[in-house]
């Protein structure tokens, strides 16, 4: 019986460096995990490979894959679609292995509805508990430039609460190891284990 | 705001190494967390240190003590008490250290019943995924010690199941590494942040 691989989403406020952390995830080798290869309508670049870099679609097969909720989550972004297909995540964790998301907030949202069961980490800014303590203390005086920062960050907080864990992206070392902690602990959960060795005894 | 510590119980079958791998924990001395002191009624040795190494009690005061609710956890072993004092537990946890209990089975759902909330992590013995193995595929002939054996695994991995990790004890270094990335992890849980951090903006 082989345990399922899990589905990782890493999701986080645009800016916070989601993309330098997922490439030193994947550089550094020392998991075994899929990166999730998205769907798109742009136009192929010189060098890029269908079905490495992106699956190649043209619009009305990205139109088809939405109409068939064969999508994790899409997004339109400068006249092109991108999403996340979804037989491609589900093939992965059935044969076992990881697949890793890295996408913005509103796909991770949208992922999460399709797949509850998936591992959401939520990275940070390297200020937050900086920002956070002035929220718990706010009513003092502030400047508007400080409100707004604070508001941005009470934001970034409460979408923070739709996910398993947060990250600081203090130094991308660091952020790395944590994320990779994560993926290690999760695997050690007995939940997870034990439906994958012991399918029928289940209750 | 401090955020709390952790309540982390590591258990096992008898005989399955935890005195080792809680003591490596302990000596790699990475992380900050404290060791919980158990209460006994039994003699104080040349050397032993009220506080340090037990909290030495008489067996009134430690009968006292189980009528008041005091332990999270006892049990009589060669005419002596042996408990985990829940005042010294809590008072770590509000100060913002992890506790680590290393205690029988018997003893860890005893702390589960009061303490839920704890990280429960349950040891294996390196074998744990060939009995398994053998259970699924059980009714084929086995001799008698093997089927005692596989049924002693069955008892195990029932008892797994009250727990939130399952670590293999496959080689010391490697279960302590799984550990440390469990409690890594769990400090990371955003549920154990925003309770910390924000605890007015609940719900």
Known sequence: MTEKGLLIVLSGPSGVGKGT????IFSKGERDFIYSISATTRQRREGE????DYFFKTREEFEDMIKNDQLLEYTEYVGN???TPVDYVQKTIDAGK?????????GAMQVKERMPEGTYIFLTPPNMDELEARIVNRGTDESPVIRQRMEKAIEEIELMRYYDYAVENDTVENAVSKVLAIIQSEHL?????????LPNQGE
Do not use: H, P, T
Not at 21 to 24: D, E, F, L
Not at 49 to 52: K, M, P, Q
Not at 189 to 197: A, P
């Open 98 to 106: 990881d697949i890793f998301l890295e996408i913005e907030v509103q």
């Open 81 to 83: 679609y991108y999403g």
């Open 49 to 52: 490979v269908d079905g490495v």
């Open 21 to 24: 952390v997922r490439q030193a």
């Open 189 to 197: 959960k007995v939940s997870r284990l034990l439906e994958s060795k």
